[in-house]
């Protein structure tokens, strides 16, 4: 079984930054997606960043695409999120989540919302105004 292990996180002001990181274990294929899903209080469960094990290919959501960048280290099978400008609206718990290429890329399934095959523990960002 994958086990996802989370870390990063904590308070900053906005237009700062703060690196979410995500090591993935347990997994034989290389044919999967990581990335990171986020809660605010009283909203639901949306897709932030994912990239494609395979062909490093990448999906953002529309509000963080030019603030946050995802990378991989695939010899220590971990995955960064990058979060730069942070604004007060990007305050939530983050998820990692991995996605295995079922029948579309790992990355379709963050973009769509479905599909997650195994979550890490959130980790909360706050970002003060």
């Known amino acids: 079984e994958v086990q996802l292990q989370a870390s990063g996180g904590g308070l900053v002001q906005a237009g700062g930054s703060l690196r979410l990181s995500c090591t993935a274990s347990g997994f034989t294929s290389d044919e999967y997606a990581i990335g990171w899903f986020r809660q605010a209080p009283g909203k639901e469960r949306e897709g932030v960043a994912a990239i494609r094990r395979t062909d490093g290919s990448t999906w953002f959501k529309d509000s963080v695409k030019g603030r946050f960048a995802i990378s991989s280290d695939n010899a220590k099978n971990t995955v960064y999120l990058q979060m730069n400008s942070l604004k007060p609206e990007d305050t939530a718990v983050y998820y990692c989540?991995?996605?295995?290429?079922?029948?579309?890329?790992?990355?379709?399934?963050?973009?769509?919302?479905?599909?997650?095959?195994?979550w890490g523990k959130g980790t909360q960002v706050t970002v003060s105004s």
């Open positions: 989540a991995f996605a295995v290429d079922t029948f579309r890329p790992g990355t379709h399934y963050f973009r769509e919302g479905y599909g997650i095959d195994y």
